[in-house]
């Protein structure tokens, strides 16, 4: 999967587990699953085709390989080189790369990005969680974080959809974020939960440090607004990845 986006939209994955985690710590996780359905993702209405993910891979300039299906681990993805990027996709162009161009471990599927003209972002999508663990591991979790993931992956449902509004910026690969709604299944996130500084922080912060995960990523500006996500910056300039069988 392209770690550009995987990288700026993990708040999106983020919040579909690691609020449920801070549920966790503050002793609401007990009985948690009884309350999740087996809802499909929230249709946002992004429809894309063939040539919105043609248009999204020319824009990039980002020479993509694909490395055999059999390669697993850290050796799954791969970055190298350096290339100047000032580009602005739109939510088709977004939604049909992340369905398009699938790594093995990228732990969100059947994802809609729909990029509002007031600069908000919709994101709704299916988690992963039969693919969490590698992407901890390849993604270079901490053994803590690594632990606490599996402690509680037991209070999730398989594979639930999830759904987050809200708004993002980074400048100089500082993430500035404000979340409206955050759902997982049929569970909402109180809003007393997302406006709490120490949880939007952490979210913030784990953001960054996918960010810095890639190599040459570098994003000056980032920001959303007229439908689209506009970037400013240095991304790598080849990336290799295994795709799903």
């Known amino acids: 999967?392209?770690?550009?986006?995987?990288?700026?939209?993990?708040?999106?994955?983020?919040?579909?587990?690691?609020?449920?985690?801070?549920?966790?710590?503050?002793?609401?996780?007990?009985?948690?699953?009884?309350?999740?359905?087996?809802?499909?993702?929230?249709?946002?209405?992004?429809?894309?085709?063939?040539?919105?993910?043609?248009s999204f891979v020319k824009k990039t300039g980002v020479k993509f390989e694909t490395l055999p299906p059999d390669t697993t681990g850290a050796d799954s993805l791969r970055?190298?080189?350096?290339?100047?990027?000032?580009?602005?996709?739109?939510?088709?162009?977004?939604?049909?790369?992340?369905?398009?161009?699938?790594?093995?471990?990228?732990?969100?599927?059947?994802?809609?990005?729909?990029?509002?003209?007031?600069g908000?972002?919709?994101?709704s999508g299916v988690l992963r969680t039969d693919r969490l663990a590698q992407y901890a591991a390849?993604?270079?979790?901490?053994?803590?974080?690594q632990n606490t993931l599996d402690k509680y992956l037991k209070y999730f449902p398989s594979?639930?959809?999830?759904?987050?509004?809200?708004?993002?910026?980074?400048r100089d690969n500082q993430v500035t974020l404000n979340i409206s709604e955050a759902r997982l299944g049929r569970l909402a996130a109180?809003?007393?939960?997302?406006?709490?500084?120490?949880?939007?922080?952490a979210v913030e912060d784990f953001?960054?440090?996918r960010i810095n995960f890639v190599p040459n990523l570098h994003l000056d500006v980032l920001n959303f607004g007229g439908g689209n996500m506009n970037v400013d910056g240095t991304y790598p300039g080849v990336q290799a990845h295994a795709k799903e069988n």
């Open 1 to 54: 999967m392209f770690g550009f986006i995987k990288g700026i939209f993990k708040f999106v994955i983020f919040l579909a587990v690691v609020v449920l985690l801070v549920l966790g710590y503050m002793g609401f996780v007990p009985g948690l699953s009884a309350l999740f359905g087996a809802d499909k993702p929230r249709d946002l209405g992004v429809v894309y085709a063939s040539e919105d993910f043609d």
């Open 79 to 118: 970055f190298s080189g350096v290339k100047a990027i000032d580009i602005s996709f739109s939510s088709a162009e977004i939604t049909a790369n992340l369905n398009q161009k699938k790594w093995k471990y990228y732990p969100v599927s059947q994802t809609q990005v729909k990029i509002n003209e007031d």
């Open 120 to 123: 908000t972002v919709e994101v």
């Open 138 to 145: 390849v993604q270079g979790f901490s053994a803590e974080d």
């Open 159 to 170: 594979n639930p959809p999830f759904y987050v509004r809200g708004t993002v910026e980074v």
């Open 190 to 201: 109180p809003q007393s939960l997302l406006g709490r500084d120490e949880v939007i922080s």
């Open 207 to 209: 953001i960054e440090d």
